[in-house]
């Protein structure tokens, strides 16, 4: 187990906890807050991005559908 | 998936005057970790009072039972909270886990000798030690755990005077 933790110690980026450990517990908080709002924001522009993806998707087979329905 | 919402449910908690103890990745951001979490963690009392008010501080937010199928007949009260011990919760205000007693730590009357107190959302509340929360997390011992360990035992590092 410690060779694990070991193994990631070496990736933790210091300088993060440093510029933390200078802050107020409440101050980790509201960052905490303003860094997961961005996440959740970039979440919800992915979800719309898929769904214009599909809508567009769905459109380019019909349009394609269309004409040889009209050809028959 | 919303973020967990502190905001929310610490103010809420210790208007209450509910016994709860923070732990998990809030206790991390509150040590300084640069961490991110989804859920609330908090060990609460299992006195019948505190009980009592676990019923009441959910009241208006929808809790039920985290990952379940939708359409259990899950009511929570007061025979819910006794006939159970750890509750993962989802809610209209976040998710929250609600933990009577926790690996390594044991339950509240245990772990509150092993706290400090910080002023959170305009509250004074208990948070688990730094080195308490390292235990805890490797009592865990899951995957994730143990990553989380890494880093706060980095921050315990850099927290301590260098010579």
Redesign the interface.
Known sequence: MDDFIKAFEAGIDRTLLRENLRLTPQQRFDKFDAFMHGVMELKQAGERHRTQQALLASKLIVDAAVPSINQR | M???N??YFIPRFTEFRIEFILIGGGAS??????T?TYDVDFVYSRKPENLTRLVDVFEGIEPYLRGAPKGLPFVWELRTIQSGLNFTLTTTEGDIDLLGEVAGGGNYEQLIEHCET????GQAIS?VTLPTLIHLK?SA?R?KD??A???L???QQ??TPKP
């Open positions: 919303n973020p967990a502190f905001a951001i509150a040590h300084g970790s640069a991110t910080m002023l959170l959302f948070v490797r011992g995957p143990l990553i360990v890494a880093e035992e980095v921050l850099e927290r």
